[in-house]
């Protein structure tokens, strides 16, 4: 619990979800929350979180349609939003998709990534003229960066002057940042790649760049 950026002492109660402070605030009063824990478990990964999200709006997803990794995620809703809008959001935090089925069935699973070296190697001749068309093609990246630990209340201003750089600096953050990086002399023109996520360890920010 912070009080214009210092940490100051509080109450909590933990039957009604909410704190008192001990002293008046003097200042923008943030804290750092675990989230949600019905019948004594945290919601703190995606086979977790998906299926309470998804009971709330009638809805009834079973963890086993849920084939993600067990990275941390935090969450933070304050405002209306849809299902679909937050299954978009940790399905791009862990490199993954979700669908129906044309059975009706839903589906929440990791893109393949492969780094295995190629099968076959096509030439110019080995493809009917006519026959094949682009659909999309992918820039080389020289760098990829994955955020995490997202701060949903950044506080770029309104802090105490007691308060270290450091701590401005992280206040002021949208998220801390890990990165992979490619050396690619022949793409002079590569460019580095930003991806916002939900994951809250460095560890699973780095596993994704």
């Known amino acids: 619990m912070r009080d214009g950026g210092v940490a100051v002492s509080f109450t909590p109660d933990l ?39 998804a009971a709330k709006v009638g809805l009834s997803i079973n963890s086993t349609d849920i084939e993600l990794p067990e990275y941390l995620l935090g969450l933070y809703i304050n ?20 669908r129906h089925t044309r059975f009706g069935q839903f589906e929440f ?23 094949w068309t682009p659909q999309t093609e992918l820039p080389p990246v020289v760098k990829v960066e994955v955020g995490y630990q997202r701060n949903y209340t950044q506080q770029p201003d309104g802090l105490f002057g007691s308060v270290s750089t450091q701590w401005r600096d992280l206040f002021a953050r949208l998220e801390l940042l890990a990165e992979a990086t490619n050396t690619l002399p022949q793409h002079p ?9 939900l994951l809250v360890e ?6 994704i760049a």
């Open 15 to 53: 039957a009604t979800g909410t704190f008192t402070l001990v002293s008046a605030a003097q200042g923008r009063v943030t804290c750092d929350v675990q989230g949600a824990k019905p019948s004594g478990t945290w919601l703190q990964s995606a086979k977790q979180i998906i299926p309470v999200l």
């Open 79 to 98: 405002d209306e939003s849809t299902l679909s809008s937050v299954l978009d959001q940790i399905a791009i935090s862990l490199m993954g998709y979700w």
């Open 109 to 131: 699973k990791a893109l393949p990534v492969s780094a295995d070296n190629p099968t076959k190697t096509l030439h110019g001749d080995d493809i009917k003229i006519g026959s």
């Open 189 to 197: 023109e590569a460019e580095p790649y930003y991806l916002s996520s």
């Open 202 to 207: 460095q560890s699973d920010a780095q596993a």
